[in-house]
């Protein structure tokens, strides 16, 4: 009775220390996350600062830099996540592949200049082939995999950040919206590439991040399955300790 006493207030404490752990981690990662998204707005402000308006959020700014080193991080995360979670491979190459065609639009006027005329759409669409043969690849768990990244915090961060890139910083620099804003006779095209520029810059952070949230979430599934294989085991060796021996035939 003591013995069950004494394991049934371990298992208490196991418990409150785990959610002070997820507590914990949660506000370690709003803090992280915060700090990314200031040094978004930093970016912002060194190019704003800088006086000739040809560089200024153009191709050769900090903001272009920027976003493209984000997306090179995300592309590296989802393959990182292959490699550690070969079990999620399938969403690892989906959005790896993805995210790096988009890595290699952004070079396009380097590549079209300095390798060949549509080099970048030769390799986008190489990647393409070789991102859909590896997704084909895991097609028996694809859909699985599919359901479960759709379902986690890291999807609807990544959406997110793909929404605010791909749609809403276009709509957003629109320069109707901001020659509206502003008048016909004191429009700046300036004004509508800093807002398109520095849209898209946070829109890769915020996949940026959920490239991370994935990696932890696969991370924490596995850990979990391998809490739930200790705690079987845990309690078949506690149902063979209790059970009573039998007494021994009468002769």
């Not at 949660?26 to 402000?45: D, F, N």
């Not at 790096?100 to 060949?116: K, N, P, Q, S, T």
């Amino acid at each position: 009775m003591k013995q069950s006493i004494q394991t049934i207030h371990h298992d208490a404490a196991a418990v409150a220390y785990s959610s002070r752990k997820a507590v914990l981690l949660m506000g370690l990662k709003v803090l992280v996350y915060s700090l990314v998204l200031a040094g978004v707005t930093q970016i912002i402000l060194l190019d704003a600062q800088v006086q000739d308006e040809v560089i200024k959020f153009s191709e050769q700014s900090y903001t272009e830099y920027a976003q493209e080193l984000f997306l090179a991080l995300s592309v590296a995360l989802f393959y990182l996540s292959v490699r550690l979670f070969p079990k999620q491979a399938a969403v690892g190459h989906l959005m790896g592949g993805f995210l790096g065609m988009a890595l290699i639009r952004e070079y396009d006027a380097f590549l079209d200049d300095h390798v060949a005329d549509g080099a970048w759409q030769v390799m986008a669409y190489s990647l393409a082939a070789l991102t859909a043969f590896m997704a084909y690849r895991e097609h028996k768990q694809f859909w699985k995999q599919l359901e479960g990244f759709i379902q986690s915090r890291a999807f609807g961060i990544i959406i997110t950040g793909m929404i605010i890139v791909f749609i809403f910083s276009r709509l957003y620099g629109n320069t109707h919206l901001w020659s509206s804003a502003m008048g016909e006779d004191n429009y700046r095209h300036i004004v509508t590439r800093a807002s398109e520029e520095g849209i898209e810059l946070l829109g890769y952070a915020i996949i940026m991040l959920g490239a991370l949230e994935h990696i932890s979430f696969l991370r924490m599934s596995m850990q979990k399955k391998l809490k739930k294989v200790w705690l079987k085991k845990k309690q078949q060796s506690r149902r063979k300790f209790y059970v009573s021996p039998q007494a021994p035939d009468k002769v």
